[in-house]
Each structure stands twice: as structure tokens, then as C-alpha cells.
């Protein structure tokens, strides 16, 4: 699956985005954060707080509980601010 | 029906006038163009960047212009948004609603650019004095977005 991070949310990660892996027990958005966050550092910065981060599956708005899988688009941002 | 995310500016006449060409039974157009200003709170601005998210960005807006679509009856729209390093008085968007009456193009521009701030995936990062900083949702946004959130209807229908 493909991962991408904007805005602050990149900086803390320090990447755009990766490819990875349907990881061993991820079904949901909420799981693949928790994975995320597992790996420490600035991926812990960035998904400290599960009520801030904004996350789109297939470029739509998703929420923790939806389903993730192999093949799929995910990104991570803070809410916008465009206009 | 057009929308455009691009780096360059656009001249907001010309975009206007392409809009209602040759379509007669436009009476009214209304447009809403937004600009970068050079404060934000206490601090000066330089400039700001904004960020989006290619791919997801059109299909929002092209959402958001199909929702307008099915709330009132309009005979074009527009949304063109900039992204990239801007400076003060720079043009950042322009919104735009025709249709026969005035209501109808108030309200639905109106709407476009209250959806659009907080639907769209654009990010902005004010460069400032003391350095970059990423601009904060506002709890006003998601207020005046919120107010389209029923089925209002315009009473030019």
C-alpha cells in the first residue's frame, strides 16, 4: 500500500511517502496508525494525538474504523486550510 | 463547470467572462476571490506556501462543485485555486456560481468557497519572521461550512 503525509504531518515523519506492505494485523485505518506510531520517533510525534490528524483512504475522507487493505492509498495530514 | 488547481495566477476578468459566454440566460454572476494578506495575528508575513494533495484535490473540489450543482439551479461554475510560494496581495483562489437570478449565484458561491475551506486539501505554511509556521484550522470554518449542512434551498428555485 501506498502511504502519504502532508504538511506538518510530512515534516514530522520526514518523508512524503513510502510504500509498504499490508502490515500482520492491520483491517483498519486505526490499526495502521497504531503501527505507525509504533515505530517511534518522529512517527510517534506525528500520530501522538488520534483526534488531530485528518486521514484519506483512496483520496476520500476516512475515519479510524475504515477498512484498510494491500493496494490501497492512505494519507495522513492535519485538517486544511485552503481558500 | 471547471475546476483548476495550478501555480500561476489567472486574471479574473477573463476567467468571468469565459464563464457566461454566449449563454444568454445568465442574470446573474457572482464571484469570490481570496488573497494573501501580510499579517496573521500579531505576526508579519512574508509569504506563504501552500501545499495540497494532487489527485485528491480536483476530486474534492469537482465534489464540492457537484453538490452546489445539485442545491441550486446554476448554469456555470468555476473554482480555481493556486498553490506554491505566494506573497501578500497575491490572488490564492477564485470562486464563481452563474445562474438566472441573483440568489441562486450568491448563495452558491457563498457555498463554494465555505465548502471548499474545509474540504479541500490545501495546507498553508505562513512564513514569518521567526520562521515557518503551519496555519491552524479555524473553529469559524468549520462554523460557516456548517451552515450549509441541511438542504437549504435557494429561494430562487
Given amino acids: 500500500?501506498?502511504?502519504?503525509?502532508?504538511?506538518?504531518?510530512?515534516?514530522?515523519?520526514?518523508?512524503?511517502?513510502?510504500d509498504v506492505g499490508l502490515p500482520d494485523g492491520v483491517?483498519?485505518?486505526?490499526?495502521?496508525v497504531h503501527w505507525l506510531r509504533e515505530r517511534g520517533g518522529g512517527f510517534e510525534a506525528a500520530f501522538a494525538d488520534d483526534a488531530v490528524v485528518r486521514v484519506a483512504v483512496n483520496q476520500e475522507y476516512a475515519t479510524l474504523t475504515a477498512a484498510v487493505a494491500e493496494g490501497d492509498e492512505v494519507a495522513f495530514f492535519p485538517p486544511v486550510t485552503g481558500g | 463547470?471547471?475546476?483548476r488547481v495550478q501555480g500561476?495566477?489567472?486574471d479574473v476578468g477573463a476567467e468571468l467572462a469565459r464563464m457566461t459566454d454566449g449563454d444568454y440566460s445568465v442574470g446573474g454572476l457572482c464571484s469570490f476571490v481570496g488573497l494573501v494578506r501580510d499579517v496573521?495575528?500579531?505576526?508579519?508575513?512574508?509569504?506563504?506556501?501552500?501545499?495540497?494533495?494532487?489527485g485528491m484535490t480536483e476530486k474534492a473540489l469537482s465534489e464540492i462543485e457537484a453538490e452546489a450543482l445539485g442545491r441550486w439551479p446554476l448554469q456555470a461554475t468555476l473554482i480555481i485555486h493556486r498553490y506554491g510560494r505566494l506573497e501578500p496581495g497575491e490572488r490564492i483562489v477564485l470562486v464563481a456560481a452563474a445562474s438566472a437570478h441573483r440568489e441562486a449565484a450568491f448563495e452558491?458561491?457563498?457555498?463554494?468557497?465555505?465548502?471548499?475551506?474545509?474540504?479541500?486539501?490545501?495546507w498553508k505554511l505562513e512564513d514569518t519572521p521567526d520562521g515557518g509556521q503551519w496555519v491552524d484550522a479555524r473553529d469559524s470554518d468549520d462554523i460557516a461550512a456548517a451552515r450549509w449542512a441541511t438542504d437549504k434551498k435557494s429561494a430562487a428555485e
Avoid at chain 2, 505576526?43 to 494532487?54: F, G, K, N, R, S
Fill in chain 1, 1 to 18: 500500500m501506498k502511504l502519504l503525509y502532508f504538511a506538518w504531518v510530512r515534516e514530522k515523519t520526514g518523508i512524503g511517502e513510502e
Fill in chain 2, 8 to 10: 500561476e495566477d489567472f
Fill in chain 1, 27 to 32: 483491517d483498519t485505518v486505526g490499526e495502521l
Fill in chain 2, 108 to 122: 452558491a458561491c457563498h457555498f463554494l468557497i465555505d465548502w471548499l475551506k474545509t474540504k479541500a486539501p490545501f
Fill in chain 2, 1 to 3: 463547470m471547471t475546476v
Fill in chain 2, 40 to 54: 496573521a495575528g500579531e505576526d508579519e508575513i512574508d509569504a506563504m506556501t501552500l501545499e495540497h494533495y494532487p
